[in-house]
């Protein structure tokens, strides 16, 4: 769920609440996949609020 809210937030240009929900779905995760996957959403999230 946290996922698809940063997903969501991220989409609706809310980067920096984007952000804190994939940091709080990588804490969430149950593999290391899920927590590989979200760690580059998150880099992808905040890269793109600097550019």
Do not use: I, K, N
Request: proline share 2%; hydrophobic share 45%.
């Amino acid at each position: 769920m946290h996922a698809a809210r940063a997903d969501l937030l991220h989409r609706l240009g809310r980067v920096s609440e984007a952000a804190e929900a994939y940091r709080r779905a990588h804490a969430l995760a149950a593999s290391p996949a899920d927590r590989r996957f979200l760690t580059g959403r998150l880099l992808a999230a905040t890269s793109s609020e600097t550019t």
